[in-house]
């Protein structure tokens, strides 16, 4: 019988020594944090239990962490890079837990105080520095922030970014609680033509509530159709209008032991909310 007093023991499902680098993953790690090459999957595991010991997240079970997600989304070569070289617009990573992705942007030229990141707590975060060896270096600053309290320190970024990823954020959330979210994220960006919201996140054919895996309530699934009504609503709640793109793909889920039984794919939206006026 599992130990239901270690929540390691519930998510030990997730769990896999598998680690498929990428050549990106890879670039970034051997020529910005100077991790020799046969040293790359000890350090990269080393990190993960350490990270596994604070919060075995599946996302850290399954190394999903160390994709650098953002330089795969659509818009990052044509127009999310371009933008950030210029030294002249500010990146936000909602829910940043190690920042990996503010690495990659750094790692690609970036001007790192152009860079933040936030999350609910910062448990992460020395463990990020220790990740890409830049402690001294990273100049990116983070913020400990509840995206739903109206005080909290992300108030000091209102209006001030210009893309803003939000990758696996919006899908743990409730409809009503993502349109608090949306409202939140339309604070937070430049208010001018343009301003983004970037992400990717758990969708769905059939758009609704869906229970969450250990029967602690429910979260909002969306599929493009849904994820557009939604930004209308609160676009159309604010006076501000919004122009959404993005696509499901299928996901090959027949290396993960929680489906044993279940189906074998799954779908994931990468989405994009571009600020009309």
């Known amino acids: 019988m599992a130990d239901n007093t270690d929540p390691r023991a519930e998510y030990k499902d997730f769990y896999t020594e598998d680690l498929n680098l990428t050549d990106s993953t890879k670039n970034v790690l051997i020529n910005y944090s100077k991790i020799p090459a046969d040293k790359l999957e000890r350090h990269v595991k080393q990190i993960r239990e350490k990270a596994w010991a604070i919060h075995p997240y599946p996302c850290i079970g399954m190394f999903r962490f160390i994709q650098l997600a953002i330089g795969q989304h659509a818009l990052y070569k044509k127009e999310i890079l371009p933008r950030m070289l210029t030294g002249q617009q500010n990146y936000l990573d909602l829910g940043c837990a190690f920042a990996q992705d503010v690495r990659r942007l750094v790692a690609d030229g970036v001007p790192s105080d152009h860079c933040y990141g936030s999350d609910l707590r910062l448990d992460f975060l020395e463990l990020g520095y220790e990740l890409f060896n830049d402690r001294g270096s990273l100049k990116s600053r983070f913020i400990e922030a509840d995206i739903f309290d109206a005080d909290s320190p992300l108030k000091e970024l209102y209006g001030t970014i210009d893309i803003m990823d939000a990758s696996s954020f919006f899908h743990l959330f409730s409809y009503d609680e993502q349109k608090a979210v949306a409202r939140s994220t339309i604070k937070l960006l430049r208010p001018q033509k343009d301003s983004l919201v970037v992400g990717r996140q758990v969708g769905v054919d059939e758009p609704g509530d869906y229970t969450r ?49 279940g189906p074998r794919t799954g779908k994931m939206m990468e989405f994009s909310v571009r600020r009309l006026g």
């Open 213 to 261: 895996r250990l029967g602690t309530g429910s979260m909002y699934r969306h599929n493009i159709d849904s994820w557009r009504k939604m930004w209308d609503e609160v676009g159309g709640e604010v006076g501000v209008k919004f122009h959404i793109d993005g696509v499901l793909r299928e996901v090959d889920l027949s290396s993960r032991k929680h489906v044993p039984s």
